[in-house]
């Protein structure tokens, strides 16, 4: 049975090779979501009236020489219902040229076809569609001896696209639990950018940081200094080779090493691109999870399409569960209360599931409190079978 629409991607401007780049990036993403690529429909302009107002809807403008407000009578109402309208043009300094005047207080993104910031544009879709989280984070593990260098390029090329990013030399402040401060930090994070050097996995903390990532399905890009071959032990890990040429000096390959402006774009590609597949397996370690404890405690968990779970519990009465990857905050809390609110669900109370390894105490506290507050509660995937428990009684 085909699934019904859940969400809208209407279309603006001329329809040209970056569309079919983007919309086959886009139902590549869902696949490694596990969502039906019926869920999403996609509106020509032509077509913008069959537009429906009760589904979440995002646009996408793609610029071109000599764009007005005259040629696109569907802008307006876009604007009118607030709907988030992603600006793309051909170079930043064409704006004034490619997008029309009702669109150019929106920043926007250089996009060619077939690579530059297409993934961005990808990921920017899923998280309007809340289908990935607005929150960028990423967490960069390294030898300081080996490639700090490298380390610091890369925290610079991820900042600039928009990650939170950890890295330890900038991140902790003073004062402050190191270790423990890591491991919150490593908890929450997309992906993994592992420096996998000589003499990386002969550090006690860099593999206590592999350990730990593997163990809470952080998918992890593993960047291999040259020489280095594929680690086997690596459960969740993506591996991408640098070769001499990828450097901007030849070798030796010491801790002041550089790369070339080419080999950080190509890390960056395959850390976006990862990106849906890290946060897929995380969210489906969620739900199955949850679903199997449900099971034995006799209810019948109900996937929605959306990705969040229905559970009966009497007649007329359902708790809704929203698996919610990282840490989650009260603006993400309230954001999924009125979601399903909207489809009539949560009679019975909503819970929104986390993973708590490796979070810090204070944390977990402050999150006991927010659901005393928010009407919403927060729940610990760790203690789920005892929630069930009080709930089959």
């Known amino acids: 049975m085909t699934a019904a629409p859940v969400y809208q991607l209407q279309l603006l401007a001329e329809i040209d090779s970056r569309v079919d780049v983007i919309l086959d990036r886009l139902f590549k993403r869902l696949g490694e979501l596990g969502i039906a690529a019926e869920t999403i429909r996609v509106i020509k302009e032509c077509d913008a009236s069959v537009r429906d107002t009760a589904l979440p809807a995002t646009a996408l403008f793609l610029g071109y020489a000599g764009a007005d407000d005259a040629g696109h009578p569907s802008l307006q109402a876009l604007l009118d219902d607030s709907i988030v309208i992603i600006t793309c043009v051909s170079d930043l300094d064409r704006v004034w040229d490619e997008i029309p005047p009702k669109l150019r207080h929106v920043n926007a993104l250089e996009v060619q076809a077939p690579n530059q910031n297409i993934d961005r544009v990808v990921s920017l879709i899923l998280e309007n569609f809340r289908l990935l989280r607005q929150e960028r984070r990423l967490f960069i593990s390294y030898r300081r001896i080996d490639s700090k260098a490298v380390a610091d390029q890369l925290y610079d090329a991820f900042d600039a696209r ?73 459960a969740f890990s993506y591996f991408h080779s640098l070769d001499d040429v990828d450097f901007a000096a030849p070798p030796p390959f010491d801790t002041a090493a550089l790369l070339g402006d080419a080999a950080l774009a190509a890390i960056c590609d395959k850390a976006e691109t990862l990106r849906a597949r890290a946060m897929a397996a995380r969210h489906n370690y ?44 009260a603006p993400g809390i309230n954001k999924i209360f009125h979601a399903i609110s909207l489809v009539g669900s949560g009679t019975g109370g909503i819970w929104v599931l986390y993973d708590s390894r490796g979070l810090l105490a204070s944390w977990l506290t402050h999150l006991g409190w927010l659901g005393d507050y928010l009407p919403a509660r927060t729940v610990q995937l760790a203690s789920i079978d005892a929630e069930l428990r009080i709930l089959s009684r």
């Open 162 to 234: 928009g990650f939170d990013v950890f890295i330890d030399t900038r991140t902790v402040p003073p004062a402050i639990d190191f270790q423990a401060e890591l491991w919150h930090r490593l908890s929450d994070s997309d992906v993994v950018v592992l420096i996998d050097t000589e003499h990386f996995r002969n550090s006690r903390w860099t593999v206590d940081e592999m350990a730990r990532a593997n163990l809470t399905n952080i998918q992890i890009l593993h960047v291999l200094w040259p020489g280095q071959a594929e680690d086997p032990t690596s």
């Open 286 to 329: 969620l739900i199955d999870s949850f679903c199997d404890n449900a099971r034995d405690r006799g209810f019948t968990p109900v996937l929605q399409p959306e990705r969040w779970i229905e559970i009966e519990l009497a007649p007329n009465k359902t708790l809704a569960v929203v698996p919610m990857v990282g840490v989650p905050g």
